[in-house]
């Protein structure tokens, strides 16, 4: 007799392989960054450890400052700012092969021309300042990427020890900059004279952030479509995987790698800008402070990916707030906060690669 | 401020004595990487590793007091550094250069926590005495030539010699073929049975143990350590070894050149006596790095893209 | 590992005195998989000292899988192997040598530093290298296979950098060699003079050779017995006396192939729809001239380093140092970017198909869409780009030439090397481009495959293209052209107006043996 008995369960069918594969690869999206993340977090931590401290603790006070309040998530989000643009940037060179370490120099260009311009022209408001300087800034940025660029693309040098030298040599400039022609003659440190009001970028009524996000957040999209829907995107896929095929196909290699250049240089040199008259208000050395590998971190955490790039600048952000505030309050060098985001950057292309071999 | 103080005939020895100096920490780290690239590894993490080499061979002075010993833990430092470059590079085949970029800041971080970690973050800064100088017997008394280059503290010597026992292994061994074997044709190497990997993997340590012990010369010559005290110099030993066209003898005079533009800008710092110039200082510490830029260009425009390994920077995976 | 009993020379005695009844390498059942993929069932095989073994097969039947068994590199899941009688180990014998198609020589070191890797110890200075060069010197001397010791590989010719890899082989102690399509890139003369040393190191010094070739002439020329592997399994064993050439394709691929047949023009028309005056690169090609019509397909033989790729940059606009003028339809092209030369009606198939072709790391999607992205319907106003345009367009041609993909968006780099060419002549043909240039397009393509790609070039014939074939393969040339004119340094040395041609004549000419024009 059958009746009240359960019939034996039948096994689900395997999935198709087409969900498979495309599990798979959420599996990566996501799951790459988590363990990236823990495994930092963890490395993290037997560091804190080693430093004499509570990682329970130290941790909380991390979050807190990341997270804790609407100051915190204020500075969060400005912190993001510069990370974003810059990160952008770097996908968009890499995109066409072109590795730069510049960020710091475009960045550093980008400040000391908003400085110049709001410091002896007279413009008088905001209205005219910001797009002023948003172009200037963006050109300087866009003159020190492009030299790297060029190098590249015409004499074949290499655009990381390019790059690298040319951030030295802005970052004497900006040395010399607030030393002689901006210099602040009441200043202790060498540093600029303050930006004038009317130069400074308006905050989000009620907070303290800057309305420089907006661009970050602006850009973020704009570069998604660039990439995903344009010729430029397309052409620079291509040359970036195969020089020959572009070339082959009447696609200038050179110019696609240069205007890269030009572009990731413009969008560090307005990270510069947006930080100066955001958040700094003054040019100074602390202006620059090895921005640009931390840009290499979230790009590469955010898969060099627009969308993920924020998620990533996110994070990098409040592990640096999180590092300096551990450093204030716990006796805890904030130096560890670069070896997690080191330690999350490794994993990151271990495990891509593990997951490549597997396939 | 007076020029001659700079350039004058009694101070030109002093200022190629200073040069070789500062230039051998250079030649050292360049000298392997040299190596390395030869075999079609591209460490891109030498600023990393030096300066874990640094802060190594900081400690290791600050509490024995023996220059020697901070050479050799400031080697073992960035040979252990080398390793992280090499399992992900070589047994993993990622990427070269993100992981060498990658190294590198694991490196100025790590440097940076175990610095604070020893001593602390007060108080004045703890300083090291650099090993002295010991002139050779004979060779010192050379006009001229005797005192630049023969009057050198023992780490200078060891360090020249290691150069140039790095190029004989490399055009003289059979050793040596391998390595440049590795780094033209891999698949030529791993079919008569070299082991491409095992190769890069010593090529690779080496150059993270001079890397380190280059670390430790900057230490030596200098006597404290602080955040980027290497000062970009082992991004600028990667440059050299283009100038170099990977051939570490070369090493040497490409990173001279460097050494002689360092100490030229610091003696005009110091002839100046902090004074205003006409010409901004900044200018001369812009210096080295504009020269180098500017060598990097002419030699790969010139020489270089001809020469460099065939194979540099791609990853190798064995048939087997 | 095997110790060879002597030392690293081959001993001079005659072949006779050396083989024993065991002796030779003997395959016994062997069978490898990979995962679910059978690549070997049951193959036994038995190679003696002092004879040549042909193995045919096409790609994909197993034979480098076999190869690497016999050479170490792979253990086989069932089966045994013997070599003289002792067992073959993990990593392979010193008695068998592989030289491989594509040479295993390091370019920038000399022949003496290239014998020296991998098997030298310690100190290697000017005295070993002198050492080593004598050695060398007197080995070649010995076998009749010349050679500069000192001399540094870049500078050697193909043929001189193969007598090289025997050498080697041989001085390493090698009993037996798998040559692995040795005469890929000979001139005809030169194939020759390789197959008779070839012979030659079998019959007189007693070395078991292993000769694996799709030229089935090359079979009937060199070899004593001729295996056929397919489909992981040996189907034919045969002495070379008993068979034919049409038998050897048939057992290759498993049905009758027509690859003999000569596939002409119905109506072979004049006219100049491509013409190319006093082409010249320098140091490269000499006052090129030729013309192709509409419906007509001329074909440049010549072995490759002849000036064939600079013919093929010229056509694809890629020589920049190039004179004389090009014409499309009587008008004159400008040849100095790649899109001129398109937006004039010019289809080219490039020679190296994954380096100027496909981009292996990308979809299939953006592999077709690179030659057009820039014109409608891909692209849009203000620099914009129609994604589904894009995804229609791969469709359609995946379609049209039955390209084996699961998706439009799968890698170019997973595709078999006849279906990567399809999509490479999917791509140029879908812009139904007035001349077609094609250069090699059946390198390393297996039979089947190469049938794909000459049908689909006869039909394309047969609409009206005018079809430029650059080759080296005399079965392909004699097979399709209509004209063949023959490219030897760089300059046109023969022309042949109508078929069916005369290969001798025509490998002669290849050769720059100048003949009275057939």
Known sequence: ????????????????????????????????????????????????????????????????????????????????????????????????????????????????????????????????????????????????????????????????????????????????????????????????????????????????????????????????????????????????ESPSVAAANGISVARTIVTSALISGALGGIAGAIMLLGSEFRLSLAVSSGIGFTAIVVALLGRRNPFGIVLAAALVSGLTLGSQAVQRTQEIPASIGTVVQAVMILTVLLANRIVERAR | MNWSDVLGAGALVPLLTAALRLAVPIILAAAGACLAERSGLMNLGIEGQMMVGAITAFVTVYYTGNPLFGAVTGAVAGLLTAAIVGYLTITMAVDQIITGISVVILGTGLASFLYLQVFGMTGTPPRIQGSTPVDLPVLSDIPAIGQIVFSQSPLVYAALLLVVALWWVLSRTAFGLSVRAAGESPEAADSVGVSVPRTRWITLLISGATAGMAGALVIDGLGFFQDGITGGRGWIALGVVILARWNPLGAIAGGFMFGLVDAFQLRVQAASGGQATSVPYELFQAMPYAVTLVAVVVTTVGFARNNAPKALGVPFVPAR | MVTPASTSRITTAPAAELSGADDGVVMQGIARSFGDNIVLRDVSLHIRPGEVYALLGENGAGKSTLMRILTGLLPPDAGTITVDDLTLDAGGSDRIAMVHQHFMLVPSMTVAENFLLGRSRGVVGRGRLRRTCDEISALAAETGLACDPSARVDTLSVGEQQRVEILRALHLGARYLLLDEPTANLAPAEVHSLLAQIRDLAVERGVGIVLITHHLEEVLEAADRVGVLRGGRLVAEKPVAEVTTAELARDMVGRDVGLGIRRAAAEPSGGRMLELVGVSVPGKLDEVTLRVGAGQLVAVAGVEGNGQSSLEDVLSGLAADASGAVRIADREVDISSPRFLRDAGVGIVPSDRYTRGLVKSLGIDTNLAVDSYTTPPLARRGGRLSRSAIRERAERIIAALSVKASSPRTLAGTLSGGHAQRVVLGRVLDGAPAVLVVAQPTRGLDVGATEFVWDTLVEHRARGAAILLISSDLDEICSLADRVVVLYRGRIVAEFDEGPFDREALGSAMGGFQEVAA
């Open chain 1, 1 to 240: 007799m059958s009746t009240g008995m359960l019939s034996p369960p039948v096994a689900a069918p395997p999935p198709d392989p087409a969900t498979r594969s495309r599990l798979r690869s959420l599996l990566t999206t996501v799951g790459i960054p988590f363990l990236a993340v823990a495994v930092g977090l963890a490395v993290g931590a037997v560091l804190i450890v080693l430093a004499g401290g509570n990682p329970g603790e130290a941790y909380a006070t991390m979050l807190n400052a990341a997270l804790g309040g609407d100051t915190q998530l204020g500075r969060l989000l400005t912190g993001m700012t510069p990370l974003v643009l810059i990160g952008l940037g770097y996908a968009i060179a890499y995109r066409t092969g072109f590795i730069t370490i510049g960020a710091q120099g475009h960045y550093d260009v980008g400040a000391i021309t908003a400085a110049a311009v709001v410091l002896s022209l007279p413009l008088g408001t905001s209205w005219v300042a910001i797009p002023v300087v948003a172009v200037t800034a963006a050109v300087a940025g866009a003159c020190v990427g492009g030299i790297a660029g060029v190098l590249k693309a015409r004499l074949g040098v290499n655009e990381i020890i390019s790059s690298l030298m040319l951030n030295y040599l802005v970052f004497y400039a900006l040395a010399w900059t607030v030393r002689k022609p901006l210099a602040n003659p009441n200043g202790f440190t060498p540093e600029s004279e303050r930006i004038p009001d009317w130069a400074a970028l308006a905050t989000i009524p009620g907070t303290r952030i800057h309305i420089g996000v907006f661009v970050a957040v602006a850009a973020v999209p704009l570069v998604w479509w660039l990439m995903r829907s344009t010729r430029f995107g397309f052409s620079s896929q291509i040359v970036g």
